[in-house]
């Protein structure tokens, strides 16, 4: 285990963001102490893209460095991006979180479930949500993950919650709040389909394990459900 005290770090995030919230979660995860700063997507500061992160996406973490404001980022600093990259940065930063388990073989497993999640899970929920073309992609999204999830244990590669689990937690979270409002480029109605599909004996595995994903703490704490469905229903509002 790793002696050495992790150094500032700076987070800059928007609540909006999936893959931005998988970082809020690692770093709720590792109890670490960081400065938050939430970037307007759609209004990003001059200074970002230049200072942080140069493809002006989010989330990016700013490590060591002197203590400066969020707004100021020191040269000194180094400046990390991309969400899975990030990730794994927090595992490894805080060993005793457990986000990443020892044995190499569980190892490979954690980052196949991701890879599942990246390449099966994540693009169905932004061809049914952000584009409106139906779920049948994102049920077979489900069923790929359902179908690597072990027979027992809580999680995606047993009884430990590692960063398997975060990839997944903030995308679901975002399908079910969009689909229980009806509030994407889906037809009125989908989203209560989606759910019913859902709610079948076939993908109960699946269900029991993003309830007990949603239970944790670190995803209570950092998902802003209120501001979330505001900025989806001002970004799918239905023309009347």
Avoid at 66 to 95: C, G, M
Avoid at 138 to 160: C, F, M, N, R, T
Wanted: proline share 7%; aromatic share 12%; with cysteine.
């Amino acid at each position: 285990m790793s002696s050495s005290h992790p150094q500032s770090i700076t987070l800059y995030t928007a609540k909006i963001c999936p893959y931005a919230h998988r970082v809020e979660i690692a770093l709720a995860e590792a109890n670490a102490n960081f400065k938050v700063y939430q970037i307007d997507l759609a209004n990003k500061p001059d200074w970002y893209a230049p200072k942080v992160n140069p493809a002006s996406k989010v989330p990016a973490i700013a490590y060591g460095g002197p203590d400066v404001a969020p707004e100021n980022p020191s040269p000194e600093s180094t400046k990390l991006a991309e969400s899975l990259v990030l990730v794994e940065f927090v595992a490894d930063l805080y060993p005793q979180a457990d986000l990443l388990p020892q044995d190499p073989v569980l190892r490979a497993k954690t980052r196949f479930f991701i890879e599942v999640v990246s390449s099966k899970f994540g693009p169905a929920h932004g061809k049914f949500v952000i584009r409106g073309e139906g779920y049948q992609d994102l049920l077979a999204g489900v069923e790929a993950v359902q179908e690597i999830l072990p027979d027992s244990g809580k999680y995606a590669i047993g009884d430990q919650y590692t960063i398997a689990d975060i990839a997944l937690t903030p995308i679901v979270a975002r399908t079910k709040l969009a689909s229980e409002n009806e509030l994407g480029r889906f037809e009125a109605g989908q989203g209560g389909a989606f759910l019913k599909a859902l709610d079948s004996p076939k993908y109960a595995k699946f269900n029991a394990y993003v309830g007990r994903l949603f239970e944790r703490q670190s995803f209570k704490a950092t998902f802003d459900k209120e501001y979330v469905k505001g900025f989806f229903e001002k970004r799918f509002a239905r023309a009347q």
